[in-house]
Each structure stands twice: as structure tokens, then as C-alpha cells.
């Protein structure tokens, strides 16, 4: 039985095990390790596109992780104190646009801020679902938007309390946090979930100076950009999820 720490690295390992077997490329990528496209080896680097590799057995399926991705979103989702942790390459507007699609259909209201990021209101066109906007108010000195307010989040649980979801930026584009940890004990009050836009806060999961993160605070989902304040490769992101969370949107979809 393999053991898993925080000091392993599933997916690395598998990767530097596939270089060695040496394998001779029939499938894609096209530039079959860098030999079909030399420009490209040359600019990125050897290293690079040998591990730029398709998913094949050793290396596991994103779509049905069963063995490396599996384990590595297990450690992932250990070291962010989440229930789970979905891998996203497709940036941290689609981990937005999950969760707002996974807890909402047409016609439900989701609260959330008026300088909510586009990847939101994207996922509302899509799936019909109307926003509550909350007004976060302006730092006139500073020229920038602030959070939203815990009375004027309250405010709108109050005059909407059909409403399914609360998002919450954390923190917003400019460093402003809300204070997550109210919004949460009001949101599940009424049994809404919360869902965390921590595009800017991996940081927050890995310093005991730093704002709550999402988790910590018990919120239900959060998008966080590994690849803005996390530095991994642009695009690479992360959905984290709580089992609560979960539960609750499998009961919803039987009513
Ligand atoms: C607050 C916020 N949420 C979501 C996103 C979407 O992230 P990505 O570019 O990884 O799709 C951004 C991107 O700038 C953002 O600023």
C-alpha cells in the first residue's frame, strides 16, 4: 500500500517515470516530445515538452482521476483543509462557473457582488440562474471598490431569502476582504451555500498572517487561481468543496 505525504508528488513522479521508459510517440501531442517541432523545443525548452504528455494510463485521466490525479488532488485538497479538490485547466473561470452551475438552475438567485468577475455573470447567461447584486461600496481616497458590507449582505438574505448561493470575493481584485466568516454563518442560517472567488487568495491558505481563507472560514466551494498569487503555470486552477456542500446540492436536485 503506498503512503501519501505532503511531500509527495503523484503526478511529478509519474511524469519522470514515463520520460525514462523512453517511449516511442504514436499518439499526441503532435510535437511527440519536442522531435516534431524543433522551433517549439528551442523556445520552451527540452525539459518542457518532454513532460508535455496526453493522458495515457501511467499518467491517469482528469475526466475520471483513478490513480496520480486522484492522489494529488487528495493532497491538494488536504493541504487547502477542503473535502475535495477538483483539478481545473481551464483557468479559475471555469471552478467559477461550476460552482455557480452546480448549486443553481434557471430561475434561482444567486447574492453576489456588483464587481463580480465576468467568469460569474458568464455562468448566470449560460445557465439562467438571476443575480442579487450587492453594491460594495467605493474607497473614494483610493479609487477602488471595497467588499460588501455584512449589514448589506444581510439586508439581501433578508429581502430574498429564497435566494440558493451567496459568492463572495476573497479577497477582490484590489486585496479587499468581506468579512467571510459572518457571511458564512448567515448564508447557512438560512441554508444557502457559500461560494468563495479566490482568485487572488492561494496565498491565504499558507501564512498565519493572512486573511481567512475560504475553507477555514466553512464555506462550501471556492475557485482559487493556482496560477495568480499560487504560481504554478497560467490557467491551472483549483475547485475545493466541502462534503456539506455537496450533500446539500444532491438534495436540492431531488426536490
Ligand atoms: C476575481 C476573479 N475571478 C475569476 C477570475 C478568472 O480567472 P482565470 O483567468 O484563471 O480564468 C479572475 C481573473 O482575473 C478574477 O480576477
Not at 67 to 79: G, P, R, T
Not at 132 to 158: C, F, Q, T
Not at 202 to 229: I, L, R
Request: aromatic share 6%; charged share 20%; proline share 4%.
Amino acid at each position: 500500500m503506498k503512503t501519501l505525504s505532503q511531500n509527495s508528488m503523484p503526478i511529478y513522479e509519474a511524469l519522470e517515470k514515463q520520460k525514462l521508459n523512453r517511449i516511442v510517440h504514436f499518439d499526441v501531442p503532435g510535437h511527440k516530445g519536442g522531435r516534431g517541432n524543433k522551433e517549439m523545443k528551442e523556445f520552451l525548452g527540452e525539459k518542457c515538452v518532454k513532460v508535455d504528455m496526453n493522458s495515457m494510463k501511467p499518467l491517469d485521466n482528469l475526466c475520471h482521476p483513478s490513480s496520480v490525479i486522484k492522489d494529488a488532488q487528495q493532497l491538494a485538497a488536504e493541504a487547502f483543509g477542503a473535502d475535495e479538490a477538483f483539478f481545473i485547466v481551464n483557468g479559475t473561470t471555469a471552478a467559477v462557473q461550476a460552482m455557480i452551475m452546480s448549486c443553481t438552475k434557471a430561475g434561482d438567485k444567486v447574492i453576489m457582488p456588483r464587481n463580480v468577475h465576468r467568469s460569474a455573470i458568464n455562468a448566470l447567461v449560460v445557465n439562467g440562474a438571476l443575480p442579487v447584486y450587492v453594491n460594495p461600496g467605493i474607497n473614494r481616497h483610493l479609487g477602488i471598490p471595497l467588499g460588501m458590507s455584512v449589514a448589506d449582505v444581510k439586508r439581501a438574505m433578508e429581502e430574498n431569502p429564497d435566494a440558493k448561493a451567496v459568492l463572495v470575493n476573497n479577497p477582490t481584485y484590489y486585496g479587499i476582504c468581506s468579512d467571510l466568516k459572518e457571511i458564512v454563518r448567515l448564508a447557512h442560517e438560512r441554508g444557502m451555500l457559500v461560494l468563495a472567488d479566490e482568485a487572488h487568495g492561494t496565498h491565504f491558505y499558507f501564512g498565519d498572517e493572512m486573511p481567512v481563507s475560504a475553507m477555514a472560514a466553512g464555506a462550501d466551494m471556492s475557485a482559487v487561481s493556482m496560477h495568480k498569487t499560487g504560481g504554478s503555470l497560467t490557467q491551472s486552477s483549483l475547485l475545493l468543496t466541502k462534503i456539506r456542500s455537496m450533500r446539500t446540492i444532491y438534495v436540492r436536485s431531488l426536490t
